[in-house]
């Protein structure tokens, strides 16, 4: 296909690469009304930015389709992580390589002397990362001053990294005559503040919503118990067995935390943070692109710019902070006309937050419960099955020595021992505490509801006699269970499950009671194990059951239901009968308050 409104080599350039067609955000930029003026653009991740770009500067840096001799650059590209300065620098070669561009990347990692040389060789574009771009920016090694555009790639990125200094003195030392193009997944207010002091008229486009990148993700939410959440991982990592998965985790710690789990289990697993060096990064990277790593682990910030075509699922081990997010992290997968899938892990009392947010991003998931061992173990025979049926041509090395084993073995036992084999090349499945909430409208039968909501406490649910009672802000509306509330309230408080009472859950919280030896060391542990909202990653809080508080609620009238009160224990669960009072009760109090005559009271004191 030619792009007759493209220049020539831009256009060849294209059509070598096997483009038909150019995506919604290259189609903007280099619209008649887009020409020369400053562009402040968002658009989703994986929507051809880095082209778009090289599309939309083509008229400041080509003289009758060429490049002039390169003495000072002429454009500046800026990218958050050395991975997408990279990246860019590879789609800008091929995109200008009948241009004659030279293309210099500055980015920390690199020998900085080399880069120095190669600024001063005389570079047409420059790619970089901040931190690198500002230190040869101070040492004099880069030349800024016949700059003819500047361009901010993952604005939003940047800034929430602490670049904005950096970016600051980069763009001062820029003409003012420049175009600037700022390109953004999203637009809030400080990057709002940003395109407003280094921008002039720009022109705002937003292809959010309208890119065929997303079309190409298929959505998943599995509901779990928050104990369950690790659990659901590796069943879905051997579920889908991808060739290249990437799990998502807020905090390093997390990262951490989770692929120690995974390498424990046998998993070929690499970690991506912030506390990694650059070098450990590389590696990690290599080992994904080389198969010998199949499970990357990373944060938000640590995974942006990575491109890896082999990536078919990406898991959102805890939930994204808001829809953006969400989108950022998917876009991973799904890449040039690839499919991919995006599952989200929804922790039940979390549920109603992550339907928000897809509503709010207009993206249709699937929701479903969490595979199970045997869902793993079915999907393993399907593809044993599968991949032996499979045509195959023989070396004759390989049928003497199965005619070998024949003659040794029966064919049920070879089989049998092949499957083994390859089982034992597998981590094993999880078996989840909780197997997902009951089909909506299914009510249990009456003997099956008191085994759910008394047996698992036979043996240790019994109400202390000494005790402090505590509540957690879920209940049967969040599919509360003994379950799972039992492992969750031992991670918590760092307490054993035969140190947790009775268990007792309402529609909307759930009461249980600790001895009160230990109470004040399971509240601290609470505490500790909890984020500045008093909850935890699933969404659940614990708190000390507040005095006056009743158990079960209180009920309409006529209901016939007693009503206990909460403090240490409720008072209807305390050995013996109630004291009774009112006037006239045998050892009741009610003389205690009886007024006296006016003579028998006592005189008012002096000063009174």
Same mark, same amino acid.
């Given at each position: 296909?030619?792009?007759?409104?493209?220049?020539?080599?831009?256009?060849?350039?294209?059509?070598?690469?096997?483009?038909?067609?150019?995506?919604?955000?290259?189609?903007?930029?280099?619209?008649?009304?887009?020409?020369?003026?400053?562009?402040?653009?968002?658009?989703?991740?994986?929507?051809?930015?880095?082209?778009?770009?090289?599309?939309?500067?083509?008229?400041?840096?080509?003289?009758?389709?060429?490049?002039?001799?390169?003495?000072?650059?002429?454009?500046?590209?800026?990218?958050?992580?050395?991975?997408?300065?990279?990246?860019?620098?590879?789609?800008?070669?091929?995109?200008?390589?009948?241009?004659?561009?030279?293309?210099?990347?500055?980015?920390?990692?690199?020998?900085?002397?080399?880069?120095?040389?190669?600024?001063?060789?005389?570079?047409?574009?420059?790619?970089?990362?901040?931190?690198?771009?500002?230190?040869?920016?101070?040492?004099?090694?880069?030349?800024?001053?016949?700059?003819?555009?500047?361009?901010?790639?993952?604005?939003?990125?940047?800034?929430?990294?602490?670049?904005?200094?950096?970016?600051?003195?980069?763009?001062?030392?820029?003409?003012?005559?420049?175009?600037?193009?700022?390109?953004?997944?999203?637009?809030?207010?400080?990057?709002?503040?940003?395109?407003?002091?280094?921008?002039?008229?720009?022109?705002?486009?937003?292809?959010?919503?309208?890119?065929?990148?997303?079309?190409?993700?298929?959505?998943?939410?599995?509901?779990?118990?928050?104990?369950?959440?690790?659990?659901?991982?590796?069943?879905?990592?051997?579920?889908?067995?991808?060739?290249?998965?990437?799990?998502?985790?807020?905090?390093?710690?997390?990262?951490?935390?989770?692929?120690?789990?995974?390498?424990?289990?046998?998993?070929?697993?690499?970690?991506?943070?912030?506390?990694?060096?650059?070098?450990?990064?590389?590696?990690?990277?290599?080992?994904?692109?080389?198969?010998?790593?199949?499970?990357?682990? *990373?944060?938000?910030? $640590?995974? #942006?710019?990575?491109?890896? !075509?082999?990536?078919? /699922?990406?898991?959102?081990?805890?939930? +994204? @902070?808001?829809?953006?997010?969400?989108?950022?992290?998917?876009?991973?997968?799904?890449?040039?006309?690839?499919?991919?899938?995006?599952?989200?892990?929804?922790?039940?009392?979390?549920?109603?937050?992550?339907?928000?947010?897809?509503?709010?991003?207009?993206?249709?998931?699937?929701?479903?419960?969490?595979?199970?061992?045997?869902?793993?173990?079915?999907?393993?025979?399907?593809?044993?099955?599968?991949?032996?049926?499979?045509?195959?041509?023989?070396?004759?090395?390989?049928?003497?020595?199965?005619?070998?084993?024949?003659?040794?073995?029966?064919?049920?036992?070879?089989?049998? *021992?092949?499957?083994? $084999?390859? #089982?034992?090349?597998?981590? !094993?499945?999880?078996? /989840?505490?909780?197997?997902?909430?009951? +089909? @909506?409208?299914?009510?249990?039968?009456?003997?099956?509801?008191?085994?759910?909501?008394?047996?698992?406490?036979?043996?240790?649910?019994?109400?202390?006699?000494?005790?402090?009672?505590?509540?957690?802000?879920?209940?049967?509306?969040?599919?509360?269970?003994?379950?799972?509330?039992?492992?969750?309230?031992?991670?918590?408080?760092?307490?054993?499950?035969?140190?947790?009472?009775?268990?007792?859950?309402?529609?909307?919280?759930?009461?249980?009671?600790?001895?009160?030896?230990?109470?004040?060391?399971?509240?601290?542990?609470?505490?500790?194990?909890?984020?500045?909202?008093?909850?935890?990653?699933?969404?659940?809080?614990?708190?000390?059951?507040?005095?006056?508080?009743?158990?079960?609620?209180?009920?309409?009238?006529?209901?016939?239901?007693?009503?206990?009160?909460?403090?240490?224990?409720?008072?209807?669960?305390?050995?013996?009968?109630?004291?009774?009072?009112?006037?006239?009760?045998?050892?009741?109090?009610?003389?205690?308050?009886?007024?006296?005559?006016?003579?028998?009271?006592?005189?008012?004191?002096?000063?009174?």
């Amino acid at each position: 296909m030619t792009f007759d409104h493209l220049p020539p080599v831009l256009s060849d350039a294209l059509a070598a690469r096997g483009y038909e067609g150019l995506t919604p955000v290259q189609a903007h930029v280099i619209e008649p009304e887009a020409k020369g003026r400053d562009l402040l653009v968002s658009a989703q991740t994986g929507s051809g930015k880095t082209v778009a770009f090289g599309l939309a500067m083509a008229d400041e840096l080509l003289d009758d389709g060429r490049l002039p001799f390169a003495t000072a650059p002429l454009a500046l590209i800026v990218a958050p992580t050395r991975e997408l300065a990279l990246q860019v620098s590879r789609e800008l070669g091929w995109l200008y390589a009948k241009a004659g561009a030279r293309i210099a990347t500055c980015v920390g990692g690199m020998d900085a002397s080399r880069e120095r040389r190669t600024l001063n060789q005389g570079a047409h574009i420059v790619v970089g990362t901040p931190g690198r771009l500002r230190d040869h920016l101070e040492r004099g090694a880069l030349d800024l001053e016949s700059l003819r555009v500047a361009v901010l790639d993952e604005a939003d990125e940047m800034l929430d990294m602490g670049f904005r200094e950096d970016l600051e003195e980069i763009l001062d030392a820029t003409p003012a005559t420049r175009r600037t193009l700022l390109f953004s997944a999203t637009i809030p207010k400080p990057i709002a503040q940003l395109a407003k002091r280094y921008q002039q008229g720009a022109l705002r486009i937003s292809t959010v919503g309208e890119e065929r990148g997303h079309g190409d993700i298929a959505y998943q939410v599995v509901t779990v118990a928050p104990a369950d959440i690790e659990g659901a991982v590796i069943n879905l990592l051997r579920l889908h067995e991808a060739e290249t998965a990437m799990l998502f985790c807020a905090t390093r710690d997390n990262v951490r935390r989770l692929h120690a789990s995974l390498v424990e289990r046998g998993f070929a697993a690499v970690a991506l943070s912030g506390e990694h060096s650059q070098n450990e990064r590389n590696h990690a990277l290599q080992a994904l692109r080389d198969r010998r790593a199949r499970v990357c682990v *990373a944060t938000d910030v $640590a995974a #942006r710019g990575i491109d890896l !075509p082999s990536l078919s /699922l990406v898991v959102h081990v805890e939930i +994204p @902070r808001d829809a953006e997010t969400l989108q950022h992290r998917s876009g991973r997968t799904g890449r040039a006309g690839k499919k991919g899938t995006a599952v989200i892990i929804v922790p039940y009392p979390r549920r109603r937050r992550v339907d928000g947010m897809l509503r709010g991003a207009k993206i249709e998931a699937e929701w479903m419960n969490a595979p199970t061992a045997a869902d793993v173990r079915a999907r393993d025979q399907e593809r044993l099955i599968e991949k032996l049926l499979a045509p195959q041509e023989h070396e004759a090395e390989d049928m003497e020595l199965g005619q070998r084993l024949l003659a040794e073995r029966s064919p049920e036992d070879i089989a049998a *021992a092949l499957v083994r $084999a390859h #089982r034992a090349t597998m981590p !094993p499945p999880e078996d /989840l505490i909780d197997t997902g909430p009951r +089909p @909506r409208g299914e009510r249990p039968e009456r003997g099956e509801r008191f085994e759910r909501d008394r047996g698992d406490r036979g043996q240790h649910r019994e109400q202390f006699d000494d005790s402090v009672w505590f509540k957690l802000n879920i209940g049967r509306r969040q599919n509360a269970d003994p379950r799972w509330i039992l492992p969750l309230l031992c991670r918590r408080g760092h307490v054993t499950k035969h140190e947790i009472g009775a268990i007792r859950i309402g529609p909307s919280e759930t009461l249980f009671n600790i001895p009160l030896a230990i109470a004040d060391r399971f509240a601290e542990a609470v505490q500790r194990t909890a984020n500045q909202d008093g909850e935890d990653d699933s969404g659940v809080a614990i708190t000390p059951a507040p005095g006056g508080a009743t158990w079960p609620p209180r009920r309409e009238k006529g209901a016939g239901a007693p009503r206990a009160t909460l403090g240490r224990a409720p008072s209807g669960d305390r050995a013996g009968p109630r004291k009774p009072r009112g006037p006239g009760a045998p050892g009741g109090n009610s003389d205690r308050y009886k007024p006296k005559p006016y003579g028998q009271r006592s005189p008012r004191k002096p000063g009174k």
